[in-house]
């Protein structure tokens, strides 16, 4: 025990590291506070200091408890502030501590790497970017910031966090980690027993997994547990041979760019996107329209890889993988998602020292969760590291990646065993009613018009002028006596309502499957506008007045732009 305390370095007691107050980056609830935590850049050599962001919210509950919870994002250079609203309102007797990683995005310095981010946004592009020389060009540059890239690895995060609990002044507290944090928090748990009351871990990914040699049959395994294990490798055979081109945005630069997409490509964003639950529940209509050729679907694809870029400091990101994961995989078989080549390749050209594995035990007591369709911590790994754990607790969720976020069964749990970590489990939850449904395609219609028109809202106006036209043609029918026109507007208005309850039905239990089309029975409805244009010409053919020319036109034109774009 007495090696693995000093595997993490622990701040002189007696002089506690200082904090500073800050304003707070992010919104957070009343009776938070922001600040820095000033801690060496590396512990075992003197020099420069950093700057550790942290929120702290006061939980004001008549009887609050006197240990907090302490919460840090995975990632690795995951941010960690934005949540202390809501870890506030899953432990409201108890205050809240959120502590971003040195490096990361609120901390002082940022360790953002955009030549690495731009490199690999070019793995879209043909021909393909060099990342190892971009990863050489932000290391020289950071380098030029007096940036000492080994100091920034689990050993001083972890450090980081034994050192924020002495600085605010708590005898103990909670911890809780998720994804690349669970790494972490073991690590304080060890190194600071006395610190610590109880560990929340989810997602684990301890140290003894080699995430890289496991990650293409973990992304096979999740396709398989979602049923669409035959359509995930037709979708790829058929993208590899014949890659698509599709139009996507560069969040970096700003502008747009055509990113050709193989199999292997489509096989990677996925992997990503796959944590998050509201796209692995639209995952078996997505994978399957795509195995079916419906090449639209890729767009909100090719985006999300932009919007991956930007979420993380690619920095931190690297210079932790580089120390802590890379060296312990042995890359014997080339995989298919280039996220994980290219991690390779970034940590080939920074030649960063090999960190010393900690092993680490907790001795407080160890509650482990982790979802059923997790690709990157799946419980075949994450279970089996827990019941190494002396009288650690496994369960498992339906759902994806950090399943505290969308299971509420998750976060009920969680809290009591926060509340009572020795107690005996109560009777299992009930079914879990924030998971959102899954998207099969025999329910689907499949279409990318939706997701355009959720990022150009002005695309709908044609269904709109529609319902506008029929709305006047019911009422001006009705007024005048004119049977013909009245039905042909109140068939407009049937059409228009249906179709719009119908969607925002579907975006109401999951946004994300408007990015795949929308419910099958829009086909059914359609019939419905046919009738409403259709008497829209029969009353201009008895009555051949401007306002049903205008009718007759918006039905026919919107009955082209229906047939033609939307669906």
Same mark, same amino acid.
């Given at each position: 025990?007495?090696?693995?305390?000093?595997?993490?370095?622990?701040?002189?007691?007696?002089?506690?590291?200082?904090?500073?107050?800050?304003?707070?980056?992010?919104?957070?609830?009343?009776?938070?506070?922001?600040?820095?935590?000033?801690?060496?850049?590396?512990?075992?050599?003197?020099?420069?200091?950093?700057?550790?962001?942290?929120?702290?919210?006061?939980? %004001?509950?008549?009887?609050?408890?006197?240990?907090?919870?302490?919460?840090?994002?995975?990632?690795?250079?995951?941010?960690?502030?934005?949540? %202390?609203?809501?870890?506030?309102?899953?432990?409201?007797?108890?205050?809240?501590? %959120?502590?971003?990683?040195?490096?990361?995005?609120?901390?002082?310095?940022?360790?953002? +790497?955009?030549?690495?981010?731009?490199?690999?946004?070019?793995?879209?592009?043909?021909?393909?970017?060099?990342?190892?020389?971009?990863?050489?060009? +932000?290391?020289?540059?950071?380098?030029?910031?007096?940036?000492?890239?080994? *100091?920034?690895?689990?050993?001083?995060?972890?450090?980081?966090?034994?050192?924020?609990?002495?600085?605010?002044?708590?005898?103990?507290?909670?911890?809780?980690?998720?994804?690349?944090?669970?790494?972490?928090?073991?690590?304080?748990?060890?190194?600071?027993?006395?610190?610590?009351?109880?560990?929340?871990?989810?997602?684990?990914?301890?140290?003894?997994?080699?995430?890289?040699?496991?990650?293409?049959?973990?992304?096979?395994? %999740?396709?398989?547990?979602?049923?669409?294990?035959?359509?995930?490798?037709?979708?790829?055979?058929?993208?590899?041979?014949?890659?698509?081109?599709?139009?996507?945005?560069?969040?970096?630069?700003?502008?747009?760019?055509?990113?050709?997409?193989?199999?292997?490509?489509?096989?990677?964003?996925?992997?990503?996107? @796959?944590?998050?639950?509201?796209?692995?529940?639209?995952?078996?209509?997505?994978? *399957?329209? @795509?195995?079916?050729?419906?090449?639209?679907?890729?767009?909100?694809?090719?985006?999300?890889?932009?919007?991956?870029?930007?979420?993380?400091?690619?920095?931190?990101?690297?210079?932790?993988? +580089?120390?802590?994961?890379?060296?312990?995989?042995?890359?014997?078989?080339?995989?298919?998602?280039?996220?994980?080549?290219?991690?390779?390749?970034? +940590?080939?050209?920074?030649?960063?020292?090999?960190?010393?594995?900690?092993?680490?035990?907790?001795?407080?007591?160890?509650?482990?969760?982790?979802?059923?369709?997790?690709?990157?911590?799946?419980?075949?790994?994450?279970?089996?590291?827990?019941?190494?754990?002396?009288?650690?607790?496994?369960?498992?969720?339906?759902?994806?990646?950090?399943?505290?976020?969308?299971?509420?069964?998750?976060?009920?749990?969680?809290?009591?065993?926060?509340?009572?970590?020795?107690?005996?489990?109560?009777?299992?939850?009930?079914?879990?009613?924030?998971?959102?449904?899954?998207?099969?395609?025999?329910?689907?219609?499949?279409?990318?018009?939706?997701?355009?028109?959720?990022?150009?809202?002005?695309?709908?106006?044609?269904?709109?002028?529609?319902?506008?036209?029929?709305?006047?043609?019911?009422?001006?029918?009705?007024?005048?006596?004119?049977?013909?026109?009245?039905?042909?507007?109140?068939?407009?208005?049937?059409?228009?309502?249906?179709?719009?309850?119908?969607?925002?039905?579907?975006?109401?239990?999951?946004?994300?499957?408007?990015?795949?089309?929308?419910?099958?029975?829009?086909?059914?409805?359609?019939?419905?506008?046919?009738?409403?244009?259709?008497?829209?010409?029969?009353?201009?053919?008895?009555?051949?007045?401007?306002?049903?020319?205008?009718?007759?036109?918006?039905?026919?034109?919107? @009955?082209?732009?229906?047939?033609?774009?939307?669906?």
């Amino acid at each position: 025990m007495l090696a693995l305390a000093l595997s993490v370095p622990l701040p002189m007691r007696d002089t506690p590291p200082p904090v500073e107050a800050a304003p707070c980056p992010v919104a957070v609830p009343e009776h938070t506070v922001c600040g820095f935590l000033a801690v060496p850049e590396r512990r075992d050599t003197p020099g420069r200091t950093v700057k550790v962001g942290y929120a702290v919210h006061t939980s %004001t509950a008549p009887a609050r408890r006197p240990d907090p919870i302490v919460y840090m994002g995975g990632g690795p250079a995951s941010s960690s502030l934005q949540l %202390t609203g809501f870890l506030s309102q899953m432990f409201p007797d108890r205050d809240v501590v %959120t502590i971003e990683q040195r490096g990361g995005k609120y901390s002082r310095p940022v360790l953002g +790497c955009p030549e690495t981010a731009e490199a690999m946004l070019g793995r879209l592009r043909r021909p393909r970017a060099d990342v190892a020389a971009a990863a050489r060009r +932000c290391r020289a540059r950071l380098q030029e910031q007096g940036i000492d890239l080994r *100091g920034y690895n689990t050993k001083e995060i972890a450090a980081d966090v034994v050192a924020l609990r002495q600085a605010l002044g708590y005898p103990s507290w909670n911890l809780f980690g998720v994804s690349y944090s669970t790494r972490v928090m073991t690590d304080v748990a060890a190194a600071d027993p006395e610190g610590v009351r109880a560990v929340v871990l989810d997602s684990f990914l301890p140290e003894s997994v080699a995430w890289y040699d496991d990650a293409d049959r973990n992304l096979r395994d %999740t396709m398989a547990a979602l049923g669409t294990g035959d359509a995930f490798d037709r979708l790829v055979s058929r993208l590899n041979r014949a890659p698509a081109r599709v139009p996507a945005t560069d969040p970096l630069l700003g502008r747009p760019f055509t990113a050709t997409m193989s199999g292997d490509d489509v096989a990677t964003v996925l992997a990503e996107a @796959l944590h998050e639950a509201d796209v692995s529940a639209v995952a078996p209509a997505l994978v *399957g329209g @795509l195995a079916e050729g419906h090449d639209e679907l890729l767009r909100p694809l090719a985006d999300a890889v932009g919007q991956g870029l930007v979420s993380h400091e690619f920095g931190l990101y690297h210079a932790v993988q +580089c120390q802590d994961e890379v060296p312990f995989n042995t890359f014997t078989t080339r995989s298919r998602l280039f996220t994980v080549n290219v991690d390779k390749a970034v +940590c080939d050209a920074w030649r960063l020292p090999k960190s010393t594995p900690v092993n680490a035990v907790p001795k407080a007591p160890v509650y482990v969760v982790g979802g059923d369709r997790d690709p990157t911590t799946p419980v075949r790994t994450a279970g089996a590291a827990a019941r190494a754990i002396p009288g650690a607790r496994f369960e498992t969720f339906r759902g994806s990646h950090a399943v505290f976020l969308t299971s509420a069964c998750a976060r009920k749990r969680i809290a009591e065993f926060v509340e009572t970590p020795d107690r005996a489990w109560p009777k299992p939850c009930e079914p879990d009613p924030a998971q959102p449904p899954t998207l099969r395609l025999a329910d689907t219609h499949v279409t990318g018009a939706p997701y355009l028109i959720s990022k150009a809202p002005w695309l709908a106006a044609p269904f709109g002028l529609f319902a506008l036209v029929s709305l006047v043609q019911l009422a001006a029918g009705a007024l005048r006596g004119r049977s013909v026109t009245a039905f042909a507007g109140l068939a407009g208005v049937a059409f228009a309502g249906l179709t719009g309850q119908a969607v925002y039905g579907m975006a109401e239990r999951n946004e994300t499957a408007l990015a795949v089309g929308v419910p099958g029975t829009i086909g059914l409805y359609t019939w419905i506008a046919v009738a409403s244009a259709v008497l829209s010409v029969a009353a201009l053919f008895h009555d051949r007045r401007w306002p049903h020319i205008v009718a007759a036109v918006a039905g026919a034109g919107f @009955l082209v732009w229906w047939f033609t774009w939307f669906l």
